[in-house]
């Protein structure tokens, strides 16, 4: 009897193994697994490791209160972005109202994104499993961490900054994949409407990068004229409505038009910028494409439209609308739109033995992978392995914000920071009139988002002590720095008409009389002086008409309040 269960239960081993692999093999499996993930990260009190720009975290939820109180996005308060991510960070905060930001606004765009690539793996999946998992699984990698794949700061954590960038770049993925492997016609249409008007919705970019895409789909003959001319006016008609309804799409472009007059930089310059940070895919996919011209010779019976559809005119074109977008980008997956081409190169070579460009395209298409693989996996990595290691932050005032972790001398060197700025403020006031940061990186020093943190959570706590000694309850505040948690954090009314993350740089557009009226109306104005720098400096002096007629309350070492009379 024993060796029949023995016999029985070898052969039942390859039966079980061939079942897992049969699941492994099914997009569902994949997907749903995902989606759990998903759900758990932000059901759960998950802390995380903090990483660089932390701060700019704070903008969703700033956006999310001001949403719920009323204000619409672009139009009560000048944003840098569309209102799509917003409205999607937002309902998905009523759903999990303790998640951690950092997974909230990560995963803002998968409402979204999720059910446009399921429809895009059924498709696929009819006629091949195998290229639907190469879609797939690689985009489930690049949704399910917030991480750039270019690092700002040495020590593991994740990046706190680029949260619409990844959206864009995972939309452009989607987009490239419907528009190379998607064969049913009217899908094909849908999903350039829905992805293209997404694009535009979260940031402006997308849609330059994804009509670009579109267009040569066009002369490539993957996409009929007709349809993609039927794609354009159903695009126009959703924002027609939106426009006509609330009148958010001019609005939205004024606000671009505005962040465009404000960043001066030339396109040469930026690209310069982007080749520098990109060298390890954009020269590789340099050479893939030499390789490719190379191999294209030698076929007899080319015409200019085989080429258009071939990898190679393919590659082209990914490679020239994904650098129109990322040139406007700052932190972001960069380039990963070029995976669904790598994947048509693949499927173009991998049976050519003959060819004697054959390995030589086909190692050149893993040099442009592998390098964004490599450092997402690696940095995702080294976050989840050194977290355990990490201290938790004690500030509770903060709420989900606070929930992060990092190394515990960095830990003990912000606690020092913040003592050190309330101490010795007048050195910091004399490195603003050179206008310079206490550090050439400041804001991408993990220990500084932890002393910022601290900050916050002194003026918080200096806040509630200040209402109960007064019995006053204000009914607002505005920060004079690059965010402002204080109207989420104590549910109060954000003034409208204020930008969403004041960059002296970048997105500080010009003082309005509305803008004026609607801080006159707000109880307290507050300057955050740890430290006392040159940004905080220039955004004081940029709303100087705002504050300086108001009482001046000294709320603790690190705070002052302009109280309204």
């Known amino acids: 009897m024993t060796t029949v269960d023995a016999k029985d239960s070898h052969a039942m081993r390859p039966m079980a193994q061939a079942f897992w692999l049969r699941l492994a093999a099914r997009p569902s499996v994949w997907m749903t697994a995902f989606l759990g993930f998903v759900i758990a990260g ?3 009190p998950v802390r995380l490791p ?16 001001r949403i719920r109180l009323g204000q619409i996005p672009n139009i009560d308060f000048f944003t840098s972005i569309g209102p799509l991510g917003f409205y999607l960070a937002s309902w998905m905060g009523s759903l999990f109202p303790q998640a951690q930001p950092a997974l909230l606004a990560n ?22 499993r195998g290229m639907a998992l190469a879609l797939l699984v690689p985009f489930l990698f690049l949704a399910s961490l917030p991480i750039n794949l270019h690092s700002l700061y040495p020590s593991p954590g994740f990046d706190g900054f680029g949260y619409y960038n990844r959206h864009v770049a995972l939309l452009l993925y989607m987009l490239l994949a419907a528009l190379l492997f998607v064969e049913n016609r009217v899908l094909l249409t849908v999903l350039v409407i829905l992805l293209m008007t997404s694009l535009f919705l979260i940031k402006v970019t997308g849609p330059v990068s994804g009509a670009a895409l579109v267009g040569y789909a066009v002369l490539a003959g993957r996409l009929r004229f007709r349809d993609a001319l039927l794609a354009a006016v159903a695009v126009i008609a959703v924002l027609g409505v939106l426009e006509l309804t609330a009148g958010l799409v001019h609005a939205y472009l004024e606000d671009v038009l505005t962040l465009v007059a404000l960043n001066s930089a030339s396109f040469v310059s930026r690209f310069f910028t982007l080749a520098s940070i990109k060298f390890n895919v954009i020269v590789p996919c340099l050479l893939l494409l ?13 015409t200019l439209q085989s080429l258009l559809a071939s990898p190679l005119g393919w590659l082209c074109a990914s490679l020239f609308a994904l650098v129109l977008g990322e040139t406007q980008n700052s932190g972001s997956l960069e380039f990963v739109g070029l995976w669904p081409v790598l994947l048509l190169v693949l499927c173009d070579f991998r049976l050519r033995y003959g060819d004697p460009f054959r390995p030589y395209v086909l190692v050149l298409v893993m040099a442009v992978a592998l390098p964004s693989a490599v450092i997402f996996f690696e940095r995702g990595a080294r976050a989840l392995i050194a977290a355990p290691r990490y201290t ?22 912000s606690a020092s920071m913040i003592e050190h700025y309330a101490k010795h403020q007048e050195a910091y006031e004399d490195l603003v009139h050179y206008r310079q940061l206490p550090s050439a990186i400041l804001f991408s020093e993990i220990d ?31 920060a004079l720095d690059f965010i402002n948690p204080f109207n989420h954090r104590l549910k109060r009314q954000p003034p409208r008409n204020v930008a969403l993350g004041i960059d002296v740089d970048r997105t500080n557009p010009a003082v309005t009389p509305e803008m004026l009226d ?12 740890c430290p006392v720098e040159f940004k905080r400096a220039a955004i004081a002096a940029h709303f100087q008409q705002a504050w300086k007629d108001r009482r001046l309350v000294p709320l603790s070492p690190c705070w002052d309040m302009y109280l309204r009379k």
């Open 392 to 413: 938790a932050l004690d500030v509770p005032s903060v709420g989900p914000l606070g929930r992060v972790s990092l190394k515990p001398a960095l830990a003990a060197r």
């Open 42 to 44: 932000l059901a759960l």
């Open 448 to 478: 500084h988002q932890a002393t910022w943190l601290l900050e916050l959570q002194q003026g918080l706590d200096a806040i509630e002590r200040w209402e109960t000694a007064n019995r006053r309850q204000l009914n607002g505040f505005f």
């Open 518 to 529: 609607a801080l006159r109306e707000t109880d307290a104005i507050l300057r955050p002086k």
């Open 107 to 128: 995963w803002a765009v998968l409402p979204v994104a999720l059910p446009l690539m399921l429809l895009i793996i059924r498709d696929v999946d009819r006629r091949s």
């Open 50 to 65: 903090l990483g660089p720009n932390y701060w700019d975290t704070d903008i969703y939820l700033d956006a999310i209160q």
């Open 290 to 302: 030499g390789a490719l011209a190379l191999a294209m010779r030698q076929r007899p019976d080319v």
